[in-house]
């Protein structure tokens, strides 16, 4: 069945650095894929919606500047956290549809921790 | 969008029939009802999904209310690997941005051998 890889699965980075999160659709091809962020113990919180060859669409109260997204093919998009701060360290995770958009597909998820 | 009501957590033995409440009492006419679990430390998993009638697929049975208005999700004989926590999630198709999965508290389910 249809796959979406995050990469990496873990990553810790120093206060102040930036770190840049990969989402693949593995065997289709995807237009649109979701950034979706987790703190322990609570439910999943929609980032924003990136889409293919335009800019991504964020939600109310996610900053566009420091969670930069790009999404350059039809198969891979990126989420970038820029100047992070210990508070952003959280369960990172991405999702993608396969055609029709009737199912979606996440990824494994990536844990950022910030030091 | 629709929202929907579930138990923060139910507890069941190995072996057992689990069921899994969701109250969607606001559901519309063209809003399917999707069900996905997430294991610890992963990222979400679909499990099922329907609108009318009740469904069957190898990993669980979803029982629609006849009016809509609630579903159960049941799992036939729970294993320790159903722990995890299952989202009842509606989306209607017609909608732009139906993809986009918003998601509510869950119900965690605990597994005791």
Request: neutral net charge; contains cysteine; hydrophobic residues 35%.
């Amino acid at each position: 069945g249809a796959v979406v890889s995050q990469h990496p699965s873990w990553v810790i980075c120093k206060s102040g650095t930036s770190v840049k999160i990969e989402c693949r659709s593995l065997d289709f091809q995807a237009t649109t894929m979701f950034w979706y962020r987790q703190f322990p113990k609570q439910s999943l919180m929609l980032m924003a919606t990136s889409n293919e060859g335009s800019k991504a669409t964020y939600e109310q109260g996610v900053e566009k500047d420091k969670f930069l997204i790009n999404h350059a093919s039809l198969t891979l998009s990126t989420l970038t956290v820029t100047s992070a701060h210990p508070e952003d360290s959280s369960f990172y995770i991405c999702s993608a549809s396969g055609a029709g958009g009737n199912t979606i597909y996440f990824g494994e998820g990536s844990w950022l921790t910030v030091v | 969008d629709a929202k929907t009501t579930q138990p923060n957590s139910m507890e069941s033995n190995e072996e057992e029939p689990v069921h899994l409440p969701c109250n969607h009492s606001t559901i519309s006419g063209t809003d399917y009802i999707h069900w996905y679990r997430q294991l610890p430390s992963q990222g979400p998993e679909y499990v099922i999904h329907g609108l009318t009638s009740n469904v069957n697929n190898r990993m669980a049975s979803l029982a629609i209310a006849e009016d809509r208005k609630s579903s159960t999700l049941i799992l036939h004989r729970a294993t320790l690997r159903d722990a995890a926590v299952y989202y009842c999630i509606l989306r209607d198709p017609g909608n732009t941005g139906f993809q986009k999965l918003v998601f509510g508290t869950g119900t965690r389910l605990l597994v005791s051998p």
